[in-house]
């Protein structure tokens, strides 16, 4: 049974390591910064840049984990996935939600955004329920005047 541990432990190890060959996950790559909406005042700029630009722009600062797999391949596929839908950074680009503020407010007002497990290791994005209200209309005010 002991040994049976002792090679359980040194192969997780050699898996872990292993594991770090793996390529995916590494291209921490922010591109330019294209166009920002024309925001309705920096407040609602400053709301979005504290909870939603690591996921949701090409302003990204990558974590030290984000360059250790398998931490990496969930921090890069998150990232990936938020700028395909919304990115505040390339926001001539119309696509996905960035078409659409109800979207975003539905995703606020709930709490799905900025998800759990993010806030629950970055505690300056979580937002309060009145930053929330206030990012909502904000971001309704930014879309009427475009
Ligand atoms: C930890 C990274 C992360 C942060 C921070 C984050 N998001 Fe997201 N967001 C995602 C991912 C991943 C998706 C795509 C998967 C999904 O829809 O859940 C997404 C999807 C979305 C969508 C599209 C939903 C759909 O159904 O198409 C909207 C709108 C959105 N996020 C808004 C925001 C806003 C606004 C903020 C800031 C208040 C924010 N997100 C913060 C990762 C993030």
Redesign the pocket.
Known sequence: MRKFLKFSIIGGFAALILIQIIPYGRNHENRAVKAEPLWDSPETRVI?KK??F???SNETIWPFYSNIAPASWLVYH??A??RE??NFSEWQNGK??AENPQ??KS??ISGE???FQ?TMVHPE?R?TSEERTK?VEGIIKTFNQK
């Open positions: 979005a909870a939603c690591n996921c949701h998150d990232v996935e938020a839908k919304l996905g939600a979207l975003i995703m606020v955004m900025p998800p993010y994005a937002l990012f």
